[in-house]
Structures are given as C-alpha cells and as structure tokens.
C-alpha cells in the first residue's frame, strides 16, 4: 500500500481534472477497489450505475465487455479501458454467428445472453442477464424453451431454479470457476468443518451442489454480510474475499481461490496511465451499440 499511494494520490488527482469517474468490478485488486473507484459492484450494478454517471468519462476497471456496455448505455461518454487486452474466456467462445445458429436449432425460442459477451453478441440477442438476475429473467420470457449463452454452466444452474422452463445452452464456460471440482469441495468441508462454502453461478452444476449459497458477487457480500459466518470459502476468484474482509473482520476468509488473468490486467499503474493520455476509449459501431443497448436496458428494466 506505500508503495502505491503516490499512484492512488495522481489518480485521484487527475480523476477530479478530467471530470471522470472509475467504475470498478468486485474482481479488482484492493488498490483499485477501495483506493480509486467511485462505484464498486457487480456486472449488473455496473451496468445500472453506468446509466447514472454525470461525468464525462468513465474509466473501466474491469474487463472489456463491461466498457463496452458502459459505452452501449453512454455512447456520449468517453468510455476507457486501461488495457485492451483484458478479455474474458465467456465473451470470446460466442459470435453472432454462433447465435444465428442456435436460433436455427430452436427456432422460436428467444435468446438470453450473459452481458459476459460482446457488444456484437448483445446486438444478435433478444435480451441480457446476469448472474444475479438471469433466474428472474428467463422465469419472465413467454417460452417453453430459452436459448441461453454463452456460459453453459449458468445456464444449468438456471436450469434448476427455473424447472418449467427448458433451457439450452451454448457451451462456452469461465476459466476461472470451470476449475472448480466437486471433489475439492467435498474434501474442502471434510478438512474444515464449519466453514461456510459460497459458489458462484458460474461453477460447474455439481459445485454449486455441495455449497451452501450460490450467488454473484453482490450475492455472496449480501450473504456474508447477513449471516456473518465464522470461517467462509468463496469458491470464485480470489480478489473477491480480499476486497470485502476489511468490512468484515468477524469473517475469516480460508481456502483456495482462483485468479482471473484478464481481471489482473488492469493495474493502479494503467489506470493512471489511461487517465493521463485518456487511452484506449472504447468505440462500439452505433448501429451495432443500438441494437445491443436494447438487449441490456430490456435486462435493466426487467430487473428493477
Ligand atoms: P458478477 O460480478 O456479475 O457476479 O460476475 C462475475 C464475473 O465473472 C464477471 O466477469
Ligand atoms: Fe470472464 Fe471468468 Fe474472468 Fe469473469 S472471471 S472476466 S467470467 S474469465
């Protein structure tokens, strides 16, 4: 933390010169998370919060499709993104061609595609969702059958909420809950007795099983914060327990997590310099910005 306070002192500095604003995933390392950001959430209070901000530049920490839907619902807005190359295994297993063949497979069927997806994928979708709000809105499509992408395993987490609906899926998947098994956590339990095991959504069926609450990451902080275990696993990625356990002290946080490689592209040290030369600003063709804006504001609304 010494080391970075002259960073997190000129970001905050330069914050208030470009009239900007960092809007941060619940993923980024503490500096970023209680150093710099203004708005802290998940992918869906991002998105909502994007909506919301006066300023004229918002700064991504995050990863790329979450820039770019803060440019889908603020294309007046200079949107940036201190590093291009912070993908996301979900959002680069889907085209829109790739949706032009589900809808082929299930003709009729309406297409709900994770906002983990880019701006093109959003634009061939009829509607968005998250992990914290994907049950309610496929329990909302007037459909037997709903066509969810791309992360297969959310959308069998769905399936089981939702059982009157028949969902199918494409069969994308994230690199960092995939890695997750069962077995870990069975064993998990048998060493540590007591212990609280949260999963999120995008676990494997079979993980989220054997957890005692599953959720997205807003999800898990409201239960942890409401039930205030003694010892908790989060079986997500690993910023995640280190950026709510300053709020939490009560709480100890054990067990292995997994580490998200695009998250962890974005550093104090890029934020700065994105701020200074006010690089990369994400671009999203507007007929395609659009189309895709409706897909997300329709999730938004749904939502509420
Ligand atoms: P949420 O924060 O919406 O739960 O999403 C988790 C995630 O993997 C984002 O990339
Ligand atoms: Fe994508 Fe998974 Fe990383 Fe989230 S944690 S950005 S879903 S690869």
Redesign the pocket.
């Known amino acids: 933390w010494a080391i970075q306070a002259p960073y997190v002192a000129a970001i905050n500095r330069l914050k208030k010169e470009r009239n900007a604003v960092i809007l941060a995933?619940?993923?980024m390392t503490p500096d970023i998370f209680h150093g710099v950001s203004d708005v802290v959430g998940?992918?869906?209070q991002l998105a909502v919060k994007a909506v919301e901000v006066q300023a004229d530049v918002i700064v991504q920490c995050g990863?790329h499709f979450m820039a770019e839907t803060s440019k889908i619902l603020n294309p007046a807005k200079t949107v940036l993104m201190p590093d291009m190359e912070a993908g996301?295994s979900l959002a680069e297993s889907i085209t829109s061609a790739g949706i032009a063949q589900m809808r082929e497979q299930y003709p009729g069927a309406p297409v709900v595609s994770y906002v983990?997806t880019t701006a093109e994928v959003k634009a061939a979708s009829d509607i968005c969702c998250?992990?914290?709000n994907a049950a309610q809105i496929v329990g909302a499509l007037d459909s037997d059958t709903i066509i969810m992408t791309p992360d297969q395993y959310l959308a069998q987490n769905v399936a089981k909420q939702v059982p009157q609906k028949r969902i199918v899926w494409w069969e994308g998947s994230?690199i960092?809950h995939e890695q997750y098994t069962a077995q870990d956590i069975r064993e998990f339990r048998e060493w540590n007795p007591g212990t609280r095991i949260i999963a999120?959504p995008?676990c494997p069926p079979d993980v989220v099983n054997e957890a005692d609450f599953s959720g997205?990451?807003?999800g898990i902080l409201d239960y942890v914060t409401r039930e205030k275990p003694e010892k908790a696993m989060l079986v997500t990625?690993c910023s995640m327990a280190s950026n709510i356990s300053d709020e939490l002290p009560e709480v100890e946080f054990i067990g292995p997590c997994n580490m998200c490689p695009y998250m962890k592209k974005i550093t104090l040290q890029k934020v700065l310099w994105s701020l200074h030369t006010m690089t990369e600003p994400v671009e999203v063709e507007p007929e395609v910005a659009e189309k895709a804006r409706i897909a997300v504001q329709r999730m938004i609304d749904l939502s509420r």
């Open positions: 995933h619940n993923y998940d992918s869906l990863v996301c983990n998250t992990s914290s994230c960092v999120h995008e997205s990451t807003s990625e």
